[in-house]
């Protein structure tokens, strides 16, 4: 079984919706999460980190559901720039390894 | 600060050749690694190290070496290229992560390489 994963999409929404990813992940004991962005053909940029209590930075929102083992983002008020491929990190609690889901793409639409 | 750089940023190999990847980071993080990127993988660790003079292998090791000789470089090998090696390959950096959220990694900008 995969460390984790995600729904590859295509999502395509129009301008102004409100998306939402979800990634699962499988070792219980991970420590930490992340969400990161990447546009085509460029490197995985942080967007994120994502906290037990859940947290906002703007328009996204990210959540942890620890008892399901799964971490969400939620893109409010969706724009243009926001079309990217959007990957899911999870670090377990030995702390050297990074798995990265294999990422949801995201297309908005004007 | 530069972050992290890699070179080249393009490559094209014959199979059988080797070759070098060349990563570096100048923000004094103890944790290096190196993926590749193929469409429908995501990104899958190579190798990794948690400071100079310790490497560890990640989930597709074969075919590659690492060393870490000093804390700012983490160069990867490729022993004699394959078509199967035909990718992108990024290195990351970060501080060691146990028991931290928060501190994520800052990738390079990313190495084409394409073997024919």
């Known amino acids: 079984r995969k460390e984790v994963e995600q729904d590859p999409g295509p999502f395509n929404v129009p301008e102004g919706a409100t998306v939402a990813f979800n990634c699962t992940y499988s070792?219980?004991?991970?420590?930490?999460f992340f969400w990161y962005r990447q546009d085509c053909r460029k490197e995985p940029k942080l967007l994120m980190s994502?906290?037990?209590s859940g947290n906002e930075d703007g328009r996204f929102t990210a959540q942890l559901n620890r008892a399901s083992q799964y971490i969400s983002l939620l893109i409010r008020d969706s724009k243009l720039s926001d079309s990217a491929t959007y990957l899911c990190?999870?670090?377990?609690?030995?702390?050297?390894?990074?798995?990265f889901g294999t990422g949801t793409s995201l297309t908005v639409i004007p | 600060n530069a972050g992290v750089t890699q070179t080249p940023k393009f490559q094209v190999l014959k199979t059988g050749q080797s070759m070098t990847l060349q990563c570096a980071q100048d923000?004094?993080?103890?944790?290096m690694s190196w993926y590749r990127q193929d469409p429908g993988m995501g990104l899958r660790l190579i190798h990794y190290s948690v400071g100079a003079g310790i490497t560890d292998q990640g989930e597709v090791p074969n075919g590659y070496n690492v060393s870490r000789s000093t804390t700012e470089d983490f160069p990867l090998r490729l022993l004699s290229a394959a078509p199967s090696q035909t990718s992108v390959y990024f290195c990351?950096?970060?501080?060691?992560?146990?028991?931290?959220?928060?501190?994520?990694?800052?990738f390079g900008s990313g190495t084409r390489l394409t073997v024919v």
């Open positions: 990190v999870v670090i377990p609690n030995t702390g050297n390894q990074f798995y």
């Open positions: 990351a950096s970060s501080f060691v992560t146990t028991g931290r959220s928060g501190y994520g990694y800052t």
């Open positions: 923000m004094n993080h103890e944790y």
């Open positions: 070792n219980s004991a991970s420590q930490s």
């Open positions: 994502v906290y037990s």
